[in-house]
């Protein structure tokens, strides 16, 4: 007999439940149930190529370019990433002045090669970001939806460091003298908070 089963969609949240099982940890599904987005925004020298590294130095920072402490989720904290946005802000003065989608600021950009390493192990290798541009965003159900899909449910444990690397290549982007730039990367997803009231 077949099993059906193995090849249907596993929900974001079993899917924490289910890797966290894995890894000794079956007390996280009886933690409290959460929308969790983590993010972190590196300065970069606008149309230079190279290798931008997220989340690296977040112990460095302060809101509002992170709001975590460390690459690594917290005990109790864990998320399944359910899409991604890739992000530009420029900052005068210590005030930001514009926000906007990567992909929709410099066309150019939509060939960054994106990789994301959960321990030092890649769990994602050199996807280029054209998925997140506006015109072919197949899953993001309007023509104007920036966000990057993954197609799996990537899922970041409790107390597992994790970083991303955006690979830039020359590009057209530009900023006046005055004017800082900022890329960004926010995931988005559920995820799991430590419940007291069930853990403790």
Do not use: W
């Amino acid at each position: 007999m077949k099993n059906i089963a193995a090849f249907r969609n596993v929900t974001p949240g079993a899917k924490l439940a289910m890797v966290n099982n894995k890894l000794g940890n079956p007390g996280l599904k009886r933690n409290q149930g959460s929308s969790v987005e983590v993010y972190d925004y590196v300065k970069v020298t606008p149309g230079t190529a190279g290798v931008v590294r997220f989340f690296d130095a977040v112990n460095t920072k302060v809101f509002p370019f992170t709001n975590i402490q460390q690459n690594q989720l917290q005990v109790g904290e864990a998320l399944a990433i359910e899409y991604i946005a890739f992000t530009r802000i420029s900052v005068k003065a210590g005030t930001i002045q514009t926000f906007e989608a990567l992909t929709d600021s410099v066309n150019g950009l939509s060939l960054c090669g994106f990789s994301f390493l959960l321990d030092n192990s890649r769990t994602v290798k050199n996807n280029s970001l054209t998925r997140s541009f506006q015109t072919l965003n197949t899953k993001g159900g309007t023509a104007v939806n920036s966000l990057f899909y993954p197609d799996t449910d990537l899922t970041i444990p409790p107390q597992i460091s994790f970083t991303a690397e955006l690979n830039v290549p020359a590009n057209t982007d530009s900023t006046t003298a005055d004017t800082d730039v900022y890329y960004g990367i926010h995931l988005f997803g559920t995820g799991a908070i430590l419940n007291l009231k069930s853990n403790v």
